[in-house]
């Protein structure tokens, strides 16, 4: 089946700095999205990405689309505690051909900000 | 906030019980998901819906099975709960048009089998 490396597994930074996480595969997703989990709640969309070389901002993160439609990456620019959590990315897919879709994920990139 | 809301949000059953957790939604989306998740795992795809009676499987269906009779409601079933079933769940919803890729998650039911 489909998979999304998603890198680094996990990042313990400094506040006030930059971060950069990215995803990728061997297929070829029509969308990408962007998800941050908070502890005990469900992923929350930060940004969704629909053509390849997009560049969408959202405050502080950045995502792109990448050409190939194989990979994305997100930023976040200087860093705040409360941007600690897991960043999820996911792709979404045809299935059977057809205008049905599904959602794949990556394996999640766990953050720590230091005050 | 999206309108869904995942019933029971915690339970403790024991192994060989069946188990069935319900997705609510408000928002009249076509499509459903259940995920679980665990550590080093990330979210896996259990299974989906794309309409009513419309399902598929996912990455790790194997044990579980779903209904879903009306647009707003998306069942999972554990026919015979098993240990390795212990993890939490989400639900998903994405709606119609070029925001059908958006989805929106639940909650979360945290599923123990003892």
């Known amino acids: 089946g489909q998979q999304l490396n998603q890198s680094p597994q996990s990042m313990f930074i400094q506040e006030g700095e930059d971060v950069s996480m990215n995803c990728t595969s061997s297929?070829?997703?029509?969308?990408w999205l962007w998800y941050k989990q908070d502890p005990g709640e469900g992923p929350v969309l930060l940004i969704a990405l629909y053509k390849a070389g997009e560049l969408t901002s959202n405050g502080r993160l950045t995502a792109q689309f990448g050409i190939t439609r194989k990979d994305s990456f997100l930023n976040i620019s200087a860093s705040i505690p409360s941007d600690v959590g897991i960043y999820f990315c996911a792709g979404l897919s045809n299935f059977r051909g057809g205008s049905n879709y599904k959602l794949t994920f990556g394996k999640g990139t766990l953050l720590t900000v230091n005050p | 906030d999206a309108g869904i809301t995942q019933s029971p949000r915690h339970k403790v059953t024991e192994t060989g019980t069946p188990v069935t957790l319900r997705c609510h939604q408000t928002e009249n989306h076509r499509y459903m998901y259940w995920y679980r998740q665990d550590p080093g795992h990330g979210l896996r795809l259990i299974h989906y819906s794309y309409g009513v009676k419309d399902t598929d499987k996912g990455e790790v269906s194997d044990g579980y099975s779903v209904s879903r009779s009306k647009t707003e409601d998306f069942l999972l079933t554990l026919e015979s709960a098993t240990s390795s079933q212990t993890s939490v769940y989400f639900c998903?919803?994405?709606?119609?048009?070029?925001?059908?890729?958006?989805?929106?998650f639940g909650q979360g039911t945290r599923l123990t089998v003892v």
């Open positions: 297929s070829i997703f029509n969308t």
């Open positions: 998903a919803i994405s709606g119609p048009g070029r925001r059908n890729t958006e989805a929106f």
